[in-house]
Nanobody, 123 residues
């Protein structure tokens, strides 16, 4: 199982970024996928998740209405579209393969993670 995240960068407040995470070595379409982030000096926190059939999505309150998760199973890719970025969104963003939808927010239950991509938002 491999997950490769990309798309991070340095942007200004109010800008947008789209993160991508490509999965390989497993049947991508059969798994719920999640995005987490970790800011300096803080723990990893849940950002957004999407079920294997895209019928269910969930995100943390602080990004609701600004971030959107989507997937393209033909490309084995899950995306995180981030709009209206704020300095407090600065973090390393990780994609992960969730064990099941019920545990999508529980990072400690994930066994497979991408390498992370840095997002820095300047004020």
């Amino acid at each position: 199982v491999q997950l490769q995240a990309s798309g991070g960068g340095l942007v200004q407040a109010g800008d947008s970024l789209r993160l991508s995470c490509v999965g390989s070595g497993f049947t991508f379409s059969a798994y719920t996928m999640g995005w987490f982030r970790q800011a300096p000096g803080k723990g990893r926190e849940f950002v957004a998740g999407i079920s294997e059939d895209s019928s269910l999505v969930v995100s943390r309150d602080s990004v609701e209405g600004r971030f959107a998760i989507a997937r393209d199973d033909a490309k084995n890719t899950v995306y995180l579209q981030m709009n209206s970025l704020k300095p407090e969104d600065t973090a390393i963003y990780y994609c992960g393969r969730a064990p099941e939808w019920r545990l999508v927010k529980v990072g400690s239950k994930y066994r497979h993670w991408g390498q992370g991509t840095q997002v820095t938002v300047s004020s």
